[in-house]
């Protein structure tokens, strides 16, 4: 029986992989998590298919022996957020660089076949061109983006020097249910969610003309499950994207839409080490992973705000 450990199980992301690995027939998923960004309650209703270690990634002792003989290691843990990394930087460097080096380092100890790392499209900076597609040069802006392009660079040198199997996918800014709106690091998106459900207006950094590829993060969770078992992948990195490109302020008046209110945003200066657009050129995940994404915008807008309002008093 194949085992699948996911480290960050329990966090947005991470436990959206967890329920689709148990959705595809996996009967038990191992989940190591500091619970520090991931909370139980995103494991609930799958707690008995799930075996949680609360352990912390930096520790190789504690994590080689849960991570030895699984077929597939997805390392979604991380601390994300660009301004939380200039913020205080030391944390996110740690756990983004050291952590990412121990995962992959008891997984090649452990027998582990292949590890699918999550890795950041902040990697790619500002770049002339867009969409933006794996063979340009990587610019990262942030501390952020670093520490995710040195896991990247780390995981094809674990495929290349040490015969781990690796697949780096880079995240397009990821939403969906379960996203945690509680911090200011939260993701864009998932402080609109709460600022309209609130009817309060929401703080858009510079114009709002700035533009991500918001990834539906059920499409992600699917990505992964691709990545895990295609053939000839190893030591690449392949964008897990939609395609698409919203403004911030589009997503505001779309959300205003779908929950007939208008609450004009307030605006504030630009945030240090923002990316200004953000596009995916998913060629390459369609190619040889065969990615499909099936979510547009606005039906995972939709989706979310629906559990957003469900948890909403
Ligand atoms: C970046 C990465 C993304 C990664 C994430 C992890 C890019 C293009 N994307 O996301 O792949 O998953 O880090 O944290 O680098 N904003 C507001 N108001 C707010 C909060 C944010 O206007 O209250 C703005 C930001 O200034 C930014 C946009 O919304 O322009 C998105 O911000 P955020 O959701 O934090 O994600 P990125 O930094 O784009």
């Known amino acids: 029986m194949n085992k699948y450990v996911v480290t960050g199980g329990a966090g947005f992301i991470g436990s959206a992989l967890v329920r689709a690995l148990l959705r595809e027939g996996a009967h038990k998923v191992v989940v190591i998590d500091n619970l520090l960004g991931g909370k139980e309650e995103n494991l609930a209703e799958v707690s008995g298919s799930v075996e949680l270690h609360r352990e912390d990634i930096c520790c190789y002792e504690a994590i080689a022996p849960i991570v030895r003989g699984a077929d597939v290691v997805f390392h979604q843990a991380a601390i994300p957020s660009v301004p939380r990394s200039i913020d205080d930087p030391v944390p996110s460097h740690e756990v983004n660089i050291d ?47 670093l520490q995710k392009l ?3 660079y780390y995981a094809s040198v674990f495929a290349g020097c040490f015969g781990l199997e690796t697949v780096a ?36 950094y510079g114009d709002g003309e700035q533009s991500r590829d918001f990834t539906y993060v059920d499409d992600v969770a699917e990505l992964n499950l691709k990545a895990a078992r295609a053939p000839d992948v190893s030591g690449k990195v392949i964008n897990g994207g939609n395609g698409g490109r919203i403004t911030l302020n589009r997503a505001w008046a779309l959300l205003q839409k779908m929950e007939g209110v208008e609450i004009p945003p307030v605006y504030e200066a630009p945030r240090a080490g923002d990316v200004r657009d953000s596009q995916a050129s998913i060629d390459l995940a369609v190619s040889l ?20 309002r469900s948890q909403h008093r």
């Open 99 to 145: 952590g990412a080096f121990q995962v992959f380092r008891a997984a090649k100890d452990g027998g582990v076949r292949r590890a699918v790392y999550a890795a950041s499209s902040s990697a790619y900076g500002d770049t002339a061109v867009l969409p933006k597609s794996e063979t340009m040069m990587p610019c990262p802006k942030s501390p952020y983006a």
């Open 150 to 152: 040195v896991g990247e």
């Open 169 to 204: 996918l880079r995240y397009f800014n990821v939403y969906g249910p379960r996203q945690d709106p509680s911090s200011p690091y939260s993701g864009v998106l998932s402080l609109f969610m709460k600022a309209i459900l609130d009817r309060r207006p929401p703080t858009i």
């Open 289 to 308: 992973l065969g990615h499909a994404p099936r979510y547009s915008f606005e039906e995972g807008l939709r989706l979310t705000l629906e559990w957003y």
